[in-house]
């Protein structure tokens, strides 16, 4: 069967093309898909032995919301979604002042191994396709009925560890005659895989990367994320300098404070010394706590962010949302599936 879902409208049109279909049908099906049809006969403008044609040799993914989980304080709800072969992932609707942003998940599970991250204990069952990433959005948006304006790749999974199926995504999203979400409304957050922000400075797209930095010093951050066991901290803050100079594009980075850990003033003005030259905006993030983890939030947010900013750094400290629900990190399909585990015992 074929994956009609992660078609760009160029393959679209062939495939029709190839039905005997004229080009035009392309443009149709590809704006049906995009508003969330969960069946091929909901496509009311396409003859009727074409349906059943497409219906006997594509795949149309429809996720199901098993779960759904709405903060009665600000409107976050977190859907935890079944895919079609069984597997579940965590889409996070927030509502801001600037619009409704979706953060989506990349992978089934990670493997990563970040040690604070809850999204990784389990490992990597699979990469998403790009179908898949694009269902977040949609039936995101059709069932809550919020239109959706900006998305964020921040959920579980690593984007540039299944990188092809992301920028597929990307211009499946930002189609003028599918979603339409312009490239300045996305961000992509990479815990510092180099070859993927290397492909992504050529290629100049004009997302918003977020690194994932989480410490400036080799011995601290590698101790965090065994990533930098294989791009070290240096190499990734020069990436990072490439990358600004040849998109001109403002990188944000990530920083979970974690207590007596990464919040100490020489690991801030570490992170000054590593980008001077290029305007860096550092987000701290309070930490989340997970139950398997050795770590605990920070108690010295303020005073690190006071003092990168004595440095001319831009810090800001991330407004938790969704925090009556647990959205953050993983932590929805983390416990359906030890749920899942129980019943079967
Ligand atoms: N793999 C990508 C994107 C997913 S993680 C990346 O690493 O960037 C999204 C963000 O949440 C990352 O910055 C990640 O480091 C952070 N994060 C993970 N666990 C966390 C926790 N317990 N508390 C706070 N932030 C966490």
Redesign the pocket.
Known sequence: MTDIKSMTLPELRDLLQGLGEPAFRGKQVFSWLSRGVTGFDEMSNLPLFLRERLKETCALSVPKAVRKQASARDGTIKYLWELADGNCIESVLMRYRHGNTVCIS?QVG?R?G?A????TIAGKVRDLTPGELLDQVIFTQKDSGAPISNIV???????MDNLDAVLKFLELVNHPDGLNIGMRHISL????VLPGIRRMAELGLQLTL???L?APDRETRSRLMPVNRAYDVEDLFAACHDYFGKTGRRISF?Y?MIDGVNDQDWQADLIARRLRGMPGHVNL??????AE?P?RPSRRTAAFQKRLESHGLTATVRRSLGGDIDA???QLRRKAEAEKGEDSQ
């Open positions: 990349s990670c990563m970040c604070f991250c809850a999204s790749l921040m959920g579980i999974g690593e984007p957050s990479t815990c510092g977020s690194v994932s989480h990530e979970a993030i309070p930490l989340n706590d997970v983890s770590f953050a990190c993983g």
